[in-house]
T-cell receptor, first 109, second 119 residues
Framework: KNEVEQSPQNLTAQEGEFITINCSYS?????LHWLQQHPGGGIVSLFM???GKKKHGRLIATINIQEKHSSLHITASHPRDSAVYIC???????????FGKGTKLSVKP | EAGVTQFPSHSVIEKGQTVTLRCDPI?????LYWYRRVMGKEIKFLLH????????ESGMPNNRFLAERTGGTYSTLKVQPAELEDSGVYFC?????????????????FGPGTRLTVL
């Protein structure tokens, strides 16, 4: 069964903390997409990666193909980072995504 | 450049009625995807268009759902007749190319979603 599992489901942090969100996926998923959704907002693409590491500002995403695991890190977290972070795996080559259930992040000032 | 747009943003209808959702992808994007999130569940794939052709509609729940993309530009998703379990948020996404895993990749850009409530 093709699956994407995220942890934790909910995460509360203090401003400035380093945050890690994890994503494990099953065989058949070739690449991962990290997405962000603010309350009441649309879905924004953060990263798409199939190997290695990508960095954008305070966000870093890594993927380990052998272990079928990806992490999203947020350095120096800020209340505006509060959102739902979603890991989604590409199944095959057509771009169909399988989504994790999301991690609801709340950063307190 | 305009992003992916969806219309309406919200729709409230009664069971048995018909609703049509619209998605306008980013201009030039051949790939268009429909996804849905029902309450408390993860987002799930519905179908994928390449230009005007349905590439994969394996995620469509049943034959009450009909998607079209005439001319390969905007797409519509019609639900007829709507049932209570169809309530949820319907997202559309588009990409220029299919994912390429050996080199540069082409990500999907998501619309804001249409929140459908069936009473």
């Amino acid at each position: 069964k093709n699956e994407v599992e995220q942890s934790p489901q909910n995460l509360t942090a203090q401003e400035g903390e380093f945050i890690t969100i994890n994503c494990s996926y099953s065989v058949g998923i070739s690449a991962l997409h990290w997405l962000q959704q603010h309350p009441g907002g649309g879905i924004v693409s953060l990263f798409m990666l199939s190997s290695g590491k990508k960095k954008h500002g305070r966000l870093i995403a890594t993927i380990n193909i052998q272990e079928k695991h990806s992490s999203l890190h947020i350095t120096a977290s800020h209340p505006r980072d509060s959102a739902v972070y979603i890991c989604a795996g590409y199944l095959g080559s057509q771009g169909n995504l399988i989504f994790g259930k999301g991690t609801k992040l709340s950063v307190k000032p | 450049e305009a992003g992916v747009t969806q219309f309406p943003s919200h729709s409230v209808i009664e069971k048995g009625q018909t609703v049509t959702l619209r998605c306008d992808p980013i201009s030039g994007h051949d790939n268009l995807y429909w996804y849905r999130r029902v309450m408390g569940k993860e987002i799930k794939f519905l179908l994928h268009f390449v230009k005007e052709s349905k590439q994969d509609e394996s995620g469509m729940p049943n034959n009450r759902f009909l998607a079209e993309r005439t001319g390969g530009t905007y797409s519509t998703l019609k639900v007829q007749p709507a049932e209570l379990e169809d309530s949820g948020v319907y997202f559309c996404a588009s990409s220029q190319f299919l994912p390429s895993f050996s080199g540069s990749s082409n990500e999907q850009f998501f619309g804001p979603g249409t929140r459908l409530t069936v009473l």
